[in-house]
């Protein structure tokens, strides 16, 4: 199947692109790395009356350090999340997410705005924004809003973007030596959609937790944060105990359905699975750095 015909424009600026918008009269799709979008035109799941390329505008690309915030443009493509050293001093969620999306073709054209707009509850990128605390920069008629990653993520592919709005760019908390993260998926192959994944940012001065964001992706119609799970974790140490506790906990967080591979069942097990190895991993670390 072949996508139906539609009109092309190649803006520089993120007031030509909303414009090009308005003058299509809502009837458009801003396009970047297109590696979501065009198959979606080729099965005519989408069928805009004008493509917007908004590849080339500057304001939306850049790795930047801002006093404690890192902002990366919603340009930035998969490949810069594990390739550039910024991101993996001031991110290192991101770096640690980076391989186990998709292919490396994939990697080399997607865009993280392009992931996280779209919102697939089974995608990497979209939960580690939700672990990091990330702020989501958003461009619209009336100017620009930041908004946490924690009121973004609204429904199945539904975010806080509304039409002709553009994701601009990210705002990331700067990790701190503190810090620790972790990563990681269950899949049947390596690039795959995942069974279950998990990441996590975990504050840990002195060798307790003091805060904790933990976000799984593909157990709901959004990517979730384990808030249940996070709370048993705080002013804790990571010790088996406390691991145990942990994976308890995550029944209250989680609520799988059952589908046509994984009953739910077994996907919340396998998340509890997951939960520990992390935890396990990065108490671990706290032990060797102690």
């Known amino acids: 199947m072949k996508a139906r015909s539609f009109s092309y ?54 790795i930047a350090r801002q006093g404690e915030w890192l902002r990366l443009g919603a340009l930035t493509r998969h490949v810069d999340a594990h390739d550039d050293p910024l991101i993996a001093a001031c991110a290192p969620l991101l770096r640690l997410a980076a391989p186990h999306v998709a292919h490396p073709a994939i990697r080399n054209r997607g865009t993280l705005g392009g992931s996280v707009a779209l919102a697939d509850p089974a995608s990497e990128f979209p939960a580690m924004m939700l672990a990091m605390g990330a702020e989501m920069e958003i ?61 996590m940012m975990l504050a840990i001065p002195e060798g307790a937790v003091t805060e904790a964001r933990i976000a799984f992706l593909s157990v709901g119609p959004t990517p979730l944060r384990a808030r249940t799970t996070e709370a048993v974790l705080t002013g804790s140490r990571l010790d088996q105990a406390v691991i145990r506790q942990a994976q ?8 799988p359905a ?33």
């Open 9 to 62: 424009v190649r803006p520089t600026t993120i007031t030509e692109a909303m414009a090009a918008f308005a003058a299509a009269g809502g009837e458009a799709s801003y396009i970047a790395g297109g590696q979501s979008l065009v198959p979606a035109l080729a099965l005519r799941l989408q069928a805009p009356d004008c493509l917007i390329d908004i590849a080339h505008i500057a304001e939306m690309a850049g």
């Open 139 to 199: 461009a619209g008629p009336d100017g620009s809003r930041r908004v946490p990653a924690d009121a973004f993520f609204q429904d199945l592919y539904q975010t806080a973007i509304e039409p002709g709005e553009l994701l601009v760019a990210f705002h990331i908390p700067v990790a701190k030596p503190h810090h620790r993260c972790a990563f990681d998926e269950l899949a049947r192959r390596r690039g795959d959609y995942a069974i279950v994944g998990c990441g």
């Open 248 to 255: 308890t906990a995550l029944a209250d967080d989680l609520d």
């Open 258 to 290: 059952d589908d046509g591979h994984v009953p739910a069942a077994m996907r919340l097990h396998l998340a509890r699975v997951l939960l520990g190895r992390l935890l396990e991993r990065l108490g671990g670390c706290v032990a060797e750095a102690a």
